[in-house]
C-alpha cells in the first residue's frame, strides 16, 4: 500500500491495540467512536445526488451531480443523537427493527446508531421480490419498521410484519412541501426527524451528549442479515458483533484497507464497513439493488472527485463499468485495490477492467456468500495463470483460504452430520461439498420455526474439538495440492445422469459450461437436468452472443457435440437448446436461475 493514504493521519491510528475489547465486550461501532476522536474531520461518508434531468451539459460533461458529507465526529455524534431519539421512541436493546432505507447519510447515522443502542437491525435485500420480502418479516417478527415512505406504504400494503411490529418510523416527510402530520398519515409512521427535535425528559438529553454504547458479548445476535434467494428461498443469517470483528480484520490484514482511504462503496452492507475501517464511504447515485443499471459516469466522476483508492463492486458492475471504460479509453489512477464479489466475475470481465487501473493494481475476487464471508481469495493476475485449467473444466480457482479460515472437503450428500470428524475429509483434488470454519462463519440461522431449525441443521455441522460450527456452502468444489479452492458449482445444480434407472455419470456446472463457453458464439451456457423416458439427462441451455451472427444452429450443434466428447467432464452431453435470455438474479446479474431453466427446458423436450 502506498505511504500516502494515511500521510495526513495523527501519529495515533485507530490499530486493534488501541481499540482492544474490554472485558470481551464488543460492539462493531467502537470503531467509529475512536475515529472520532482520532480522526475526527477526515470525511466518513459522502453520497452522490444526481438532480433532475439533463444530467449532461453540451459540452457533453456531467452536469448537476452533488455530494452531501459527514466527517467521523458528524457520523458519530448524530448516530448518538438518533439513538436517544429510537430508545424515546421505544425502541430498545435486544428489539429487532426492520431497516429499509436507501443509501445515504441517514442509512449510515441509523444504522450505526442501531449498534450503539444493542437493537438487532433486519437488513433484506429489496430485489428479492414482495412475497420473499413478505416471508423474510415474518420470520423475522421485527419490533419495529424503520423506512423511507416508499418502504412504509409497501409495508402497509402488502401487510409486512403485521403481528409483530410495535414501533414505527419515518426516515423523512415524503414529497417536498408534505406536512408532518400529512406524511404520518400517508406512511402511517411519524417522522425521525420530529423525534429528533423532541424536547429533554423521556430520556431525551437537553443538549448533545455521548451515548452510553451497548456492549454485547461477541456470540451475542447484532444482526439478522437475510440471504438474497437467488440460489433457494432466502433465509435469516445470525451476524454477531464478533462475525462483523472477524470481517473488519480480514479486510486489514488480508485486503490491505489502512485508514484513511477511499472507498467507491456500491454495496450498502459493504460501506458500513468504511468508517469502521477509518475508510471513506463514498456512495455513487445508483440503485444499489440493481447495479446493472448503474450510470457509469457517475460512478467515474464520484471516483475522480475523491480520488478513490478502493472500488467494491459486482461481476456486473465490473462488466459494465469495464465497457465503459473501455469505450472511452478512461483511467483510474487512484484506484490500488478493486473487491469483486457476490459470484464469479468471468476473465474477460476482469481483463477489460483491469485496462482502466495502473499497472500491478489488483482485482481480488472474493468468495464468501452470507453465512460466511469472506472465505478466501484470488488476485486477478493469479487468476489469469488459471484460465486454462478453467476452459478445459478444472473449475473456477477461487483462491487460499483467509486467515483463520479452516476449509475442507467432504463427500457429497443431502444427510444431516450432527458432528464433525476429520474422517468426512476427501483428498486433495476430489470434488465434494465445501465446508468452512472461521470466526466470520455465522453459527445459525434465525429459529423462528422448524423450518429453520432444520435449514441449520442442514448447514451446520457442530465440531467438539473447536467449540464451534463449521458451515456447509452448499458449494462444490475441490483443494488442490497448493492449497487452492476451486468451485464446481452449487450442489443443487449438480446433474447426476441415469441409464437402466441406475446412476450413471455425474456432471458439475461450473466444469461443464466453461467448457462450452470458449465456442466464440456462445455467450454462456446453462448445465439442467431432464427426465427422458424416466432417465435422468444432461442438458445444456445455450444462451448466444448477440453480437455474433449464427445462422447455422445444425453447425453450432455439431460442434457442440464435439466440444462434449473432448473432456470426460462433458462427455456423454448431446441435448442442447438455445434459450434467447437467461433468467438470472437482480443483484448480480450472474447467478442464473437454472431452476427456471429447467422447467422451461423439460417442456421444450419430447419422450
Same mark, same amino acid.
Given at each position: 500500500?502506498?505511504?500516502?493514504?494515511?500521510?495526513?493521519?495523527?501519529?495515533?491510528?485507530?490499530?486493534? $491495540?488501541?481499540?482492544?475489547?474490554?472485558?470481551?465486550?464488543?460492539?462493531?461501532?467502537?470503531?467509529?467512536?475512536?475515529?472520532?476522536?482520532?480522526?475526527?474531520?477526515?470525511?466518513?461518508?459522502?453520497?452522490?445526488?444526481?438532480?433532475?434531468?439533463?444530467?449532461?451539459?453540451?459540452?457533453?460533461?456531467? $452536469?448537476?451531480?452533488?455530494?452531501?458529507?459527514?466527517?467521523?465526529?458528524?457520523?458519530?455524534?448524530?448516530?448518538?443523537?438518533?439513538?436517544?431519539?429510537?430508545?424515546?421512541?421505544?425502541?430498545?436493546?435486544?428489539?429487532?427493527?426492520?431497516?429499509?432505507?436507501?443509501?445515504?447519510?441517514?442509512?449510515?447515522?441509523?444504522?450505526?446508531?442501531?449498534?450503539?443502542?444493542?437493537?438487532?437491525?433486519? @437488513?433484506?435485500?429489496?430485489?428479492?421480490?414482495?412475497? %420473499?420480502?413478505?416471508?423474510?418479516?415474518?420470520?423475522?417478527?421485527?419490533?419495529?419498521?424503520?423506512?423511507?415512505?416508499?418502504?412504509?406504504?409497501?409495508?402497509?400494503?402488502?401487510?409486512? *410484519?403485521?403481528?409483530?411490529?410495535?414501533?414505527?418510523?419515518?426516515?423523512?416527510? *415524503?414529497?417536498?412541501?408534505?406536512?408532518?402530520?400529512?406524511?404520518?398519515?400517508?406512511?402511517?409512521?411519524?417522522?425521525?426527524?420530529?423525534?429528533?427535535?423532541?424536547?429533554?425528559?423521556? *430520556?431525551? =438529553?437537553?443538549?448533545?451528549?455521548?451515548? =452510553?454504547?451497548?456492549?454485547?458479548?461477541?456470540?451475542?445476535?447484532?444482526?439478522?442479515?437475510?440471504?438474497?434467494?437467488?440460489?433457494?428461498?432466502?433465509?435469516?443469517?445470525?451476524?454477531?458483533?464478533?462475525?462483523?470483528?472477524?470481517?473488519?480484520?480480514?479486510?486489514?490484514?488480508?485486503?490491505?484497507?489502512?485508514?484513511?482511504?477511499?472507498?467507491?462503496?456500491?454495496?450498502?452492507?459493504?460501506? &458500513?464497513?468504511?468508517?469502521?475501517?477509518?475508510?471513506?464511504?463514498?456512495?455513487?447515485?445508483?440503485?444499489?439493488?440493481?447495479?446493472?443499471?448503474?450510470?457509469?459516469?457517475?460512478?467515474?466522476?464520484?471516483?475522480?472527485? +475523491?480520488?478513490?483508492?478502493?472500488?467494491?463492486?459486482?461481476?456486473?458492475?465490473?462488466?459494465?463499468?469495464?465497457?465503459?471504460?473501455?469505450?472511452?479509453?478512461?483511467?483510474?489512477?487512484?484506484?490500488?485495490?478493486?473487491?469483486?464479489?457476490?459470484?464469479?466475475?468471468?476473465?474477460?470481465?476482469?481483463?477489460?477492467?483491469?485496462?482502466?487501473?495502473?499497472?500491478?493494481?489488483?482485482?481480488?475476487?472474493?468468495?464468501?456468500?452470507?453465512?460466511?464471508?469472506?472465505?478466501?481469495?484470488?488476485?486477478?493476475?493469479?487468476?489469469?495463470?488459471?484460465?486454462?485449467?478453467?476452459?478445459?473444466?478444472?473449475?473456477?480457482?477461487?483462491?487460499?483460504?483467509?486467515?483463520?479460515?479452516?476449509?475442507?472437503?467432504?463427500?457429497?450428500?443431502?444427510?444431516?452430520?450432527?458432528?464433525?470428524?476429520?474422517?468426512? &475429509?476427501?483428498?486433495?483434488?476430489? !470434488?465434494?461439498?465445501?465446508?468452512?470454519?472461521?470466526?466470520?462463519?455465522?453459527?445459525? +440461522?434465525? @429459529?423462528?420455526?422448524?423450518?429453520?431449525?432444520?435449514?441449520?441443521?442442514?448447514?451446520?455441522?457442530?465440531?467438539?474439538?473447536?467449540?464451534?460450527?463449521?458451515?456447509?456452502?452448499?458449494?462444490?468444489? +475441490?483443494?488442490?495440492?497448493?492449497?487452492? &479452492?476451486?468451485?464446481?458449482?452449487?450442489?443443487?445444480?449438480?446433474?447426476?445422469?441415469?441409464? %437402466?434407472?441406475?446412476?450413471?455419470?455425474?456432471?458439475?456446472?461450473?466444469?461443464?459450461?466453461?467448457?462450452?463457453?470458449?465456442?466464440? %458464439?456462445?455467450?454462456?451456457?446453462? @448445465?439442467?437436468?431432464?427426465?427422458?423416458?424416466?432417465?435422468?439427462?444432461?442438458?445444456?441451455?445455450?444462451?448466444?452472443?448477440?453480437?455474433?451472427?449464427?445462422?447455422?444452429?445444425?453447425?453450432?450443434?455439431?460442434?457442440?457435440?464435439?466440444?462434449?466428447?473432448?473432456?470426460?467432464?462433458?462427455?456423454?452431453?448431446?441435448?442442447? &437448446? !438455445?434459450?434467447?435470455?437467461?433468467?438470472?438474479?437482480?443483484?448480480?446479474?450472474?447467478?442464473?436461475?437454472?431452476?427456471?431453466?429447467?422447467?422451461?427446458?423439460?417442456?421444450?423436450?419430447?419422450?
Amino acid at each position: 500500500m502506498s505511504g500516502l493514504l494515511g500521510a495526513d493521519l495523527p501519529t495515533s491510528s485507530c490499530d486493534d $491495540s488501541s481499540i482492544s475489547m474490554v472485558g470481551n465486550d464488543a460492539n462493531i461501532c467502537r470503531h467509529l467512536k475512536q475515529a472520532a476522536h482520532v480522526i475526527p474531520h477526515h470525511l466518513a461518508v459522502a453520497v452522490q445526488k444526481a438532480k433532475g434531468s439533463g444530467l449532461f451539459n453540451q459540452s457533453g460533461a456531467l $452536469s448537476k451531480l452533488s455530494y452531501q458529507e459527514l466527517d467521523f465526529v458528524s457520523l458519530d455524534r448524530q448516530s448518538d443523537a438518533i439513538a436517544f431519539a429510537l430508545n424515546a421512541h421505544g425502541i430498545k436493546r435486544g428489539m429487532k427493527a426492520v431497516l429499509m432505507v436507501t443509501p445515504s447519510l441517514d442509512f449510515f447515522a441509523l444504522t450505526f446508531a442501531l449498534f450503539k443502542a444493542g437493537i438487532i437491525p433486519i @437488513l433484506v435485500d429489496p430485489g428479492m421480490g414482495i412475497n %420473499n420480502l413478505k416471508q423474510c418479516f415474518a420470520e423475522a417478527a421485527p419490533d419495529a419498521f424503520i423506512g423511507i415512505p416508499k418502504a412504509h406504504i409497501a409495508r402497509r400494503l402488502f401487510g409486512w *410484519g403485521k403481528g409483530s411490529v410495535k414501533c414505527l418510523l419515518n426516515v423523512d416527510s *415524503g414529497k417536498p412541501g408534505l406536512s408532518a402530520k400529512l406524511a404520518q398519515m400517508v406512511v402511517g409512521a411519524p417522522s425521525l426527524a420530529s423525534r429528533l427535535r423532541r424536547p429533554s425528559g423521556l *430520556g431525551w =438529553p437537553s443538549e448533545q451528549v455521548e451515548y =452510553p454504547m451497548v456492549m454485547l458479548k461477541p456470540d451475542e445476535m447484532a444482526a439478522i442479515l437475510f440471504t438474497s434467494g437467488s440460489t433457494g428461498t432466502p433465509k435469516g443469517v445470525v451476524y454477531s458483533h464478533g462475525m462483523f470483528e472477524a470481517q473488519i480484520q480480514a479486510l486489514k490484514n488480508d485486503y490491505g484497507i489502512a485508514h484513511g482511504e477511499r472507498d467507491l462503496a456500491t454495496f450498502p452492507l459493504f460501506s &458500513l464497513f468504511g468508517p469502521a475501517l477509518g475508510m471513506a464511504s463514498i456512495v455513487p447515485e445508483m440503485d444499489a439493488s440493481k447495479p446493472i443499471t448503474a450510470n457509469p459516469e457517475f460512478l467515474f466522476a464520484a471516483i475522480e472527485k +475523491y480520488q478513490c483508492s478502493n472500488i467494491f463492486v459486482n461481476p456486473a458492475l465490473l462488466e459494465r463499468l469495464g465497457r465503459a471504460g473501455e469505450l472511452k479509453q478512461h483511467k483510474l489512477p487512484s484506484v490500488q485495490r478493486v473487491i469483486s464479489a457476490g459470484a464469479p466475475a468471468t476473465i474477460a470481465s476482469i481483463a477489460r477492467f483491469s485496462k482502466m487501473l495502473s499497472q500491478g493494481v489488483p482485482i481480488l475476487n472474493s468468495y464468501g456468500a452470507t453465512e460466511s464471508l469472506p472465505i478466501s481469495m484470488i488476485a486477478s493476475e493469479a487468476l489469469f495463470a488459471t484460465t486454462e485449467i478453467t476452459d478445459n473444466g478444472g473449475g473456477i480457482c477461487v483462491g487460499r483460504g483467509i486467515k483463520g479460515v479452516d476449509i475442507g472437503i467432504i463427500a457429497i450428500s443431502e444427510e444431516i452430520i450432527p458432528q464433525w470428524d476429520n474422517a468426512l &475429509l476427501l483428498n486433495n483434488c476430489d !470434488i465434494g461439498e465445501i465446508v468452512v470454519r472461521g470466526p466470520m462463519v455465522s453459527q445459525s +440461522y434465525y @429459529l423462528n420455526d422448524s423450518q429453520r431449525n432444520s435449514a441449520t441443521a442442514a448447514a451446520k455441522i457442530w465440531d467438539p474439538a473447536t467449540n464451534s460450527v463449521r458451515h456447509r456452502m452448499g458449494d462444490l468444489g +475441490y483443494l488442490d495440492d497448493q492449497g487452492q &479452492l476451486w468451485m464446481c458449482g452449487r450442489k443443487a445444480h449438480r446433474v447426476d445422469a441415469t441409464r %437402466n434407472g441406475q446412476f450413471a455419470q455425474r456432471y458439475y456446472s461450473i466444469p461443464c459450461e466453461r467448457i462450452f463457453n470458449t465456442h466464440p %458464439n456462445v455467450k454462456r451456457s446453462a @448445465l439442467v437436468g431432464i427426465t427422458v423416458a424416466n432417465e435422468i439427462a444432461p442438458l445444456i441451455c445455450i444462451e448466444l452472443d448477440q453480437s455474433l451472427v449464427c445462422n447455422k444452429s445444425q453447425q453450432l450443434y455439431q460442434d457442440l457435440i464435439a466440444i462434449a466428447e473432448q473432456f470426460p467432464q462433458t462427455k456423454g452431453i448431446r441435448r442442447f &437448446l !438455445i434459450h434467447p435470455d437467461f433468467p438470472v438474479d437482480v443483484r448480480h446479474n450472474a447467478k442464473i436461475f437454472r431452476e427456471k431453466l429447467a422447467i422451461w427446458a423439460q417442456s421444450q423436450t419430447k419422450g
